[in-house]
């Protein structure tokens, strides 16, 4: 069966300092990848997604980046946190080649910037 | 790009009665649309999906109903537990325009409170 990894689970960091989350899936291979942000109380916004090793598509400009360094690892960055970046962020997969593909969730990391 | 709509917001309701959920969709070509449950510091997970050639699709006591016309779905909860609270998200998917990916646009969520 497939899972999805994310960590650190919680995360605080002064506002300037850099930023690394981290996504891995097990089970699958070639998955397609994404990174989501959900501030408090609010919906889920698309940030980056990902169809394969260094390809990476950014849905909102901003001061975050992503990676894809091997075919299960999905990266977020930052160089500089803002307090604006605080929020849930999720990593999600799925399957590519079929539009009714199920997409899965991770268990997020919660990131507060002071 | 796609846009989807959400509404309510927030929604109480108490035992026993039903909810209705209601999403909109602007883009034609979505053709996927899955409902997703997020309760309090969790992951979202999928609790029924519907695609774009079905007009309707139940599952215990939930319900989806499709109407690609009028670019709209809702999701029906009846008999709702206090175990019903939370927030459900609906989204709409679609190939980019090159084909080479597949993407769900969320509506805003919508906090559903049973009262016992």
């Known amino acids: 069966s497939q899972t999805i990894h994310q960590w650190p689970a919680t995360l605080v960091q002064p506002v300037g300092s850099p930023l690394s989350l981290e996504c891995t899936v097990e089970g699958t291979s070639n998955p397609n990848l994404y990174w989501y942000r959900q501030a408090a109380g609010r919906g889920l916004q698309l940030l980056f997604y990902?169809?394969?090793?260094?390809?990476i598509s950014s849905e909102v400009p901003q001061n975050l980046s992503a990676s894809r360094p091997q075919d299960r690892q999905f990266i977020l960055s930052s160089k500089k946190l803002l307090l604006s970046d605080s929020g849930f962020y999720l990593c999600a997969w799925r399957r590519g080649q079929s539009s009714y593909n199920e997409q899965f969730f991770g268990p997020g990391t919660r990131l507060t910037v002071l | 790009g796609e846009n989807v709509e959400q509404h309510p917001s927030t929604l109480s309701v108490q035992e026993g009665d039903s909810a209705v959920i209601k999403c909109t969709y602007s883009d034609s070509a979505s053709n996927y649309f899955p409902w997703y449950k997020q309760e309090l510091g969790k992951r979202p997970q999928l609790i029924i999906d519907?695609?774009?050639?079905?007009g309707e699709k139940k599952d215990q006591r939930i319900a989806v109903t499709l109407n690609k016309t009028a670019k709209h779905f809702s999701l029906h909860i009846t008999e709702t537990q206090p175990e019903d609270s939370a927030v459900y998200f609906c989204?709409?998917?679609?190939?980019?325009?090159?084909?080479?990916?597949?993407?769900?646009?969320f509506g805003k969520g919508t906090l559903l409170t049973v009262n016992p």
């Open positions: 990902s169809v394969g090793i260094g390809q």
């Open positions: 989204a709409a998917g679609a190939w980019n325009s090159g084909g080479s990916n597949y993407k769900l646009t």
């Open positions: 519907i695609r774009s050639n079905v």
